[in-house]
T-cell receptor, first 114, second 112 residues
Framework: DAGVTQSPTHLIKTRGQQVTLRCSPK?????VSWYQQALGQGPQFIFQ???????QRGNFPDRFSGHQFPNYSSELNVNALLLGDSALYLC?????????????FGPGTRLLVL | RKEVEQDPGPFNVPEGATVAFNCTYS??????FFWYRQDCRKEPKLLMS???SGNEDGRFTAQLNRASQYISLLIRDSKLSDSATYLC?????????????FGTGTRLQVTL
């Protein structure tokens, strides 16, 4: 049973560019959440997708957008990259059942903006 | 005030020691609670869920006090392999939407 997968593993971009990160959820999961983790900090919630719609969003600007596909996989897009966007981007998948939910994380994409 | 607060450490303990981590959260609407473990440059991995009645998994014991909005993790008989950052996490469910809020993590270094 494959866990959560993410691609690419590493990425280097320059300021002003755009980036797309990809995530495939764990088998049986229908919900994908994205997090940004800066060095020395805990992950910060960006947004969550379910049934191809964004259903909750954290305090991130509109430069951060996403998409979920019918097969539950997801993309995170960041436009007009800033140096401060350099971080580990984590995808987590889950399935809500009986009012309980546990999120499982992928290995992350390490983004460096120069 | 941060939504989830943890002592960042580091906690340096010898093998075999018992170590306790504490965490407080500010949102009383928080509904489920977890400890995740994160190794250097790796993703967070679920260590255990935390229940009001307290729960144990081998050498690990987690406690939750909803009235005080306080969560703890106790590690007994520490192993070198326990060295990692331990993240306190709360989840707020709103209908079918959920949001995990993480503390900054507490770093543990177990030494010989």
């Amino acid at each position: 049973d494959a866990g959560v997968t993410q691609s690419p593993t590493h990425l280097i971009k320059t300021r002003g560019q755009q980036v797309t990160l990809r995530c495939s959820p764990k088998s049986g999961h229908d919900t994908v959440s994205w997090y940004q983790q800066a060095l020395g900090q805990g992950p910060q919630f960006i947004f969550q997708y379910y049934e191809e719609e964004e259903r909750q969003r954290g305090n991130f600007p509109d430069r951060f957008s996403g998409h979920q596909f019918p097969n539950y996989s997801s993309e995170l897009n960041v436009n007009a990259l800033l140096l401060g966007d350099s971080a580990l981007y984590l995808c987590a998948s889950s399935r809500l059942a009986g009012g309980k939910e546990t999120q499982y994380f992928g290995p992350g994409t390490r983004l460096l903006v120069l | 005030r941060k939504e989830v607060e943890q002592d960042p450490g580091p906690f340096n303990v010898p093998e075999g020691a018992t170590v306790a981590f504490n965490c407080t959260y500010s949102n009383s609407a928080s509904q489920s609670f977890f400890w995740y473990r994160q190794d250097c440059r790796k993703e967070p991995k679920l260590l255990m869920s935390v229940y009001s009645s307290g729960n144990e998994d081998g050498r690990f014991t987690a406690q939750l006090n909803r009235a005080s909005q306080y969560i703890s993790l106790l590690i007994r008989d520490s192993k070198l392999s326990d060295s990692a950052t331990y993240l306190c996490v709360v989840n707020i469910l709103t209908g079918t939407a959920s949001k995990l809020t993480f503390g900054t993590g507490t770093r543990l270094q177990v030494t010989l």
